[in-house]
């Protein structure tokens, strides 16, 4: 056994402990600080992940260039935003939003959330990650309808109901895999582990193989809101608390797509097959112009954001669809990307719903002079988001556009009408929200907007310049994703 | 009957409960209907850990026999009868189109399945036929009714489904049917602080009426 299965066994059993603790403890503001405390330990223990990132197999655990790189994200991530849900939430609890008894469990759940997609992203086990992906599942359930309103009731309901479907079909898709590689693994576990099964991908049924992947891509796609099972999505993330809305984007949704790229990685060779690739760039580019259509005319900012994570899911879906080198890159700079952004402009969205009491449009406008400082943080999330530089998103919308032109330059025109689509709706956004005269109420905004900084500053440093090792890194990974 | 006929037999009858699902409309008979499919996919169970000699397939037809098939249906009733739910199944789309809709389904499910996975061996195939059709049929149900305990029924139908799949599939590791005991028995508790928080706030558990509520319309 190598001592690098330490720090993968702590982003595990951390949570869990933390979990177990907050469970324990009634009072909501020490909760709070024992929440930021356990994920702060989480991601310092990924933080050992990185020192050593040799590819290997521990049992139950897998590590590999490309969990490593989501684990680090998901604890960085699921950190900050224990930093702003202390805020958050407090600030719900006193002007009466939410309740103190609802909230009970708010913290060990969320202690839940994150040890289960560290699971999902590190087990070795197909099986393993699809029960670890259920468990986010229902959990994420759980902490959508902490509000209690009709509103909240009817979001996680969809939500549960349809991301059951998804689970259900992820299950009969990983029953299939374990059936295509029985026959060239023998039965037993073999034929459910990662590395087994990448030895000898390319050697399974070609016809059995597609249906799994069918099977694989529709479940795991509902859960990252690919087109036409997205529904739950908008609800879900306008109806639930914003630090819920920041995890769900930043995070479930990747490890979602992490979930299809592991099986992509396993079909990708297999001669004779429909090719994996094409049925995630017709997915992909479907959410992308979809998304675009959608976000006009939204009366809820958090349900407007949302709709962009469809967008962004169907970009990386498209660019991982079309594969190779260059693509992969991008689609993983992109995931990246979109989680550090996406979750702080869900951070400055929590802050200028505190400050104006609703998250309608309607009662919101004119930041940038009311609030200076949180209107312009707000106006560089909207243009990190958008895709445009000096942003991390713009290097990587870049790259999957060159790519979609290198393999075909009809993908790119579509992708290009889905881009700007989205692009004149994030600028019509801005025009409401940030510029012309406040609307609304003009409370005081009192909590910290670091968390959102460090998401900026993390990625304008990645539209500026990507550390050479991080590239080689990431080359490495796009090169395993074939 | 060979050991194959009568594998098929079972797994044909839960396809053929699935079916009986569809067309019940109250919903005590629907509640037992699906405890009879638990009970038939319990002894589908037992058989394969008979002929494939792997005794722990029969914890899971346990599990089947006294999780799904008895303590499910009566929390159920329990459920009906504490939170005054009304009794009839409010549909979307009328019996007689679903039925055909249903039967399309396990067409579509035999044609695909008996063809892609001819090459898996010979048991299998056959099997993961009948699943899939479980399977579809289930979602065909959660999709074409209204309230949600027949809802959670069409859920548990479509595990039902894939627990015949798990145990079809020669020699899969007992790791995925823990998963599949475990995850039914959190999305119950799931579903049961479901269906009392909308019990707090409405008469009834009809979705249509949580519909009404939709936050887009605000």
Same mark, same amino acid.
């Given at each position: ?24 403890? +009634? ?124 509103? *909240? ?152 954001? *949302? ?19 260059? *693509? ?60 445009? +530089? +000096? ?59 670091? +968390? ?31 | ?12 009858? =839960? ?77 979307? =789309? ?11 389904? =396990? ?44 809802? =959670? ?66």
């Amino acid at each position: 056994m190598n001592w690098l299965v330490y720090p993968a066994a702590l982003v595990l059993l951390l949570p869990m402990a933390g979990a177990f603790l907050l469970a324990l403890i +009634p009072s909501y503001r020490v909760g709070a600080w024992i929440n930021m405390i356990a994920a702060g330990c989480t991601f310092l223990a990924s933080l050992g992940l990185l020192t050593v990132r040799t590819a290997g197999s521990h049992g139950l655990l897998f590590v590999d260039d490309l969990n490593v790189a989501f684990v680090v994200i998901t604890s960085l991530v699921g950190f900050t935003t224990a930093v702003f849900s202390k805020g958050y939430i407090g600030h719900q609890i006193e002007t009466g939003h939410l309740q103190r008894p609802h909230l009970r469990f708010y913290h060990a759940l969320f202690q839940i959330l994150l040890g289960a997609m560290n699971l999902a992203l590190l087990t070795s086990i197909t099986g393993v990650m699809w029960a670890a992906i259920e468990i986010a599942t229902l959990v994420t359930v759980l902490m959508v309808g902490v509000y209690r309103s009709h509103e *909240a009731l009817e979001a996680a309901w969809k939500y549960f109901i349809l991301s059951s479907v998804g689970i259900a079909l992820a299950l009969f898709g990983t029953i299939l895999v374990y059936m295509v590689a029985q026959p060239v693994l023998g039965e037993g576990l073999p034929a459910m582990t990662w590395e087994k099964l990448a030895a000898h991908a390319g050697s399974y049924d070609p016809m059995l193989s597609s249906v799994a992947f069918v099977f694989i891509l529709l479940g795991y796609g509902t859960k990252a809101g690919l087109f036409p099972i997205h529904a739950w999505l908008p609800d879900a993330h306008a109806e639930g608390p914003t630090p819920v809305s920041a995890m769900l984007s930043g995070l479930l949704l990747n490890v979602a797509i992490y979930a299809i790229l592991r099986f992509k990685m396993l079909f990708a060779g297999s001669l004779g097959i429909i090719a994996p690739g094409t049925m995630m760039v017709t997915l992909g580019l479907a959410s992308v112009i979809f998304a675009g259509l959608m976000l006009y005319r939204r009366r809820d900012i958090k349900r407007f954001f *949302a709709y962009s994570s469809i967008e962004h899911m169907g970009i990386i879906a498209f660019a991982f669809g079309i594969g190779g080198p260059l *693509a992969n890159f991008a689609g993983l700079l992109h995931m990246a990307m979109h989680s550090l952004t996406k979750s702080g402009l869900f951070f400055a969205v929590g802050h200028i719903i505190r400050v104006k009491g609703s998250q309608k449009f309607d009662a919101i406008g004119g930041l940038t002079s009311s609030h200076p400082m949180l209107g312009w943080t707000f106006v560089a999330c909207v243009v990190a988001i958008a895709g445009l +530089p +000096p942003f991390g998103l713009f290097t990587s919308e870049f790259l999957v556009m060159t790519a979609a032109v290198n393999a075909n330059p009809l993908l790119a025109l579509g992708l290009a009408v889905g881009l700007l689509l989205s692009l004149g709706a994030l600028f019509q956004c801005l025009h409401r929200v940030a510029f012309g005269a406040p609307r609304g109420e003009l409370g005081r905004d009192e909590g910290t907007l670091l +968390p959102v900084l460090v998401h900026l500053a993390i990625v304008l440093g990645f539209g500026i310049f990507i550390p050479g090792e991080i590239v080689s890194w990431f080359q490495h990974v796009a090169r395993m994703l074939g | 009957m060979g050991p194959l006929d009568i594998a098929h037999f079972l797994a044909g009858f =839960v396809v053929l409960l699935s079916f009986s699902l569809l067309y019940q409309d109250r919903l005590p008979p629907l509640i037992n209907t699906f405890a009879a499919q638990s009970l038939v996919l319990a002894l589908s169970v037992a058989w394969q850990a008979q002929t494939q000699h792997a005794p722990h397939l029969l914890i899971t037809a346990g599990i089947e026999l006294g999780f799904k098939t008895v303590l499910i249906p009566l929390v159920l009733y329990w459920t009906i009868r504490n939170l005054k739910i009304h009794r009839t199944v409010e549909i979307v =789309v009328g019996v007689g189109p679903t039925i055909i809709a249903g039967i399309a389904l =396990v067409g579509l499910s035999a044609g695909l399945m008996l063809r892609a996975a001819a090459g898996v061996g010979g048991l299998a195939h056959q099997d993961m036929a009948f699943a899939l059709s479980v399977v579809l049929l289930g979602m065909l149900m959660m999709v074409t009714r209204r309230n949600a305990v027949s809802q =959670v029924i069409g859920f548990m139908s479509i595990e039902n489904g894939l627990v015949l799949a798990a145990t079809g599939a020669r020699g899969m590791p007992f790791v995925v049917e823990t998963c599949v005991a475990f995850s039914v028995l959190v999305a119950l508790i799931v579903i049961g602080i479901f269906l009392f928080r909308i019990r707090e706030r409405f008469d009834s558990v009809d979705l249509a009426l949580i519909d009404s509520f939709r936050g887009e319309r605000s």
